[in-house]
Structure formats: C-alpha cells, structure tokens
C-alpha cells in the first residue's frame, strides 16, 4: 500500500463548509502522481519527457463521511487490478479521526501521449503498481 497525505485547502469546500465532491478525483490524481514518485524525474517526467501517460478510463466514487476545511485525509492507494496495458487503482481516504470518507475506483490505460495510443507499460512503471498490487480479497 501506497499512503499519501492531503489536507483540505480553503478554496476546495463548497457553500455547505465539506468538501466538494470532485474534489476527490483530484485528491485521488495528487496521490497517484506521488505513487509514481520513485521514478526517476517523477510523474512529471514520464508525462513530459518519457510521452507516456494514464488517461482515466472509468472512475467509480463512493463517498461515505464529510471532510471539511482543515482536515487532512491519509489517501490509501492499492493496485487492484493490473493488465498489459491498462490497470486498476483504488484509493481510501480517511480522516484523521479513522472514518472513511471515500472510496475511488480508478482505471487507467498506458498510453502514447503524442500518439494517443494505448501502449504496454515500460518495465518501471508496471513494477510501481506490482509494488502495491493486492489479490482480490485484499
């Protein structure tokens, strides 16, 4: 498992004082650009440099307990499914006080950037997401 840590920014709640629900996607996209993190030049340099991408393919969000401004979500991030080209990552953000607020399910596909092409993944980056690859019932 893959642990990133967000807080909650002024600008991110919406006129109830919770966060805006849309706001999880991106919350979901920072910690996965952390989970590439230990690649060299980060995700920055797989997009900009290496042309290689993850266009999302399909999202699922369950949403379960508020997070208001001030918080900070710990964001759990496994693979649950990984293909040749394409794989599946579920992100769990809890609160500080242990209470799960969301739950992300997020496929994505390897691709060609400048040919907007899906592609195998390159050897490193498949090995990140095996790295935090858990079985069915995990």
Known sequence: MFVYERAVRFEE???????????????AHDAM????????????RLITTRGVGFPAVDVH??????VRYGDTLRIEVVTSRLGGRSATLRYRMVRGDGIVSAEIDHTVVSSDLAKMKSVEMPADVRAVFERHLVDSAG
């Open 61 to 66: 969000a369950s949403y379960k307990a508020p």
């Open 33 to 44: 650009e952390a989970f590439f993190g230990e690649l060299e030049g980060g995700y920055p």
């Open 13 to 27: 709640v919406d006129a109830a004082g919770i966060l805006f629900f849309a706001r999880y996607l991106a919350f």
